[in-house]
């Protein structure tokens, strides 16, 4: 497994590197081929948030975590943690595909439709559309995603019911979810 860093305002310490590539080391029980994997480590400090972001890559597998704390050290293990239950949801659901025949959801294709308001009081135009197939994910990977990223919502295909739902984030902090209405 190759493992690569990259510091961000601080100095590097052999000791982290060790300490990582020991975290790191427990990973390669997911995969099979270990030798194919790499990690990209990118750390960084903002004055008192230790900050790392990690990109695993394996035999057609990209998995990225991200976590900040108050200490370096910490912040391995959180994203440790993150990394190993993602890797985890992966392969229980190639298990799950296996043992249902191979037979995956169907994705669907949606269109998203883009808009803006030409002059005051004038109705709106559609300037764009664009298509995407949503990812099959559960609920709480979904969740996951959403709260690496700085969307405030995720369209995803729900691997519970191969149906297209929406995950978006309140204003209290809550997430919520929107399903079609034969799924509830």
């Given at each position: 497994m190759n493992i690569?860093?990259?510091?961000?305002?601080?100095?590097?310490?052999?000791?982290?590197?060790k300490?990582?590539?020991?975290r790191f080391?427990?990973?390669?029980?997911?995969?099979?081929k270990?030798d194919?994997?790499d990690i990209s480590?990118n750390?960084?400090v903002d004055?008192f948030?230790h900050k790392i972001e990690?990109?695993f890559?394996?035999?057609s597998?990209?998995v990225?975590?991200m976590?900040t704390?108050?200490d370096?050290y910490?912040s391995?293990?959180?994203?440790l943690?993150?990394?190993e239950?993602?890797?985890?949801?992966h392969?229980?659901?190639i298990?799950?595909?296996?043992?249902?025949?191979g037979?995956a959801p169907?994705?669907?294709e949606?269109?998203?439709?883009?808009y803006?308001?030409v002059?005051?009081?004038?109705?709106r135009?559609?300037?764009?559309v664009d298509?995407?197939?949503p990812k099959?994910?559960h609920?709480?990977e979904a969740a996951?995603?959403?709260?690496?990223?700085d969307?405030?919502f995720?369209?995803?295909?729900?691997?519970?019911?191969d149906?297209?739902?929406?995950l978006?984030?309140?204003?209290n902090?809550?997430?919520?979810?929107?399903v079609?209405?034969?799924?509830?």
């Open positions: 690569s860093y990259t510091f961000k305002n601080f100095e590097p310490s052999e000791h982290l590197k300490y990582a590539a020991r080391e427990k990973l390669t029980r997911f995969i099979p270990a194919t994997a480590v750390m960084s004055k948030r990690v990109l890559t394996g035999d597998l990209n990225s975590a976590e704390s108050q370096m910490a391995v293990d959180m994203v943690d993150k990394l239950s993602q890797l985890k949801k392969f229980e659901k298990k799950e595909k296996r043992r249902s025949g037979k169907v994705a669907s949606i269109e998203v439709f883009s803006q308001a002059g005051e009081g004038s109705n135009q559609i300037v764009g298509y995407f197939e099959p994910m609920v709480d996951m995603q959403l709260d690496q990223r969307d405030d995720l369209v995803f295909l729900n691997a519970e019911t149906s297209v739902s929406v978006y984030k309140r204003s902090g809550s997430l919520g979810l929107i079609p209405p034969a799924n509830r």
